[in-house]
């Protein structure tokens, strides 16, 4: 059993993304947005999802006109082993 409690996020120059999860019956979207003169942002979004892998599904889209670079996301993850007995 896998329980994906939440994932974090790495990006570069990103001016606003937004990140979407569902899960049981459960929506929940952010906006992020890089709130600098500049316009752009690097750095790191930690964002929970709370589910069981297999039924796992989130988005991470980029609505605005500007490019967005993200390098990665590393979850954090509870594996539960089942034992049988025979």
């Not at 003169?37 to 988005?59: A, N």
Request: charged share 15%.
């Amino acid at each position: 059993n896998v329980f994906v409690r939440g994932a974090r996020l790495t990006y570069t120059k990103a001016n606003e993304y937004t990140v979407s999860v569902s899960h049981s019956g459960t929506d929940y979207t952010e906006t992020i947005s890089a709130g600098t003169t500049t316009g752009v942002e690097s750095g790191e979004k930690y964002f929970g999802i709370c589910h069981h892998m297999p039924d796992l599904e989130y988005t991470i889209t980029n609505e605005t006109p500007w490019n967005a670079l993200f390098q990665g996301v590393m979850y954090d993850l509870n594996i539960q082993e089942v034992m049988r007995s025979g």
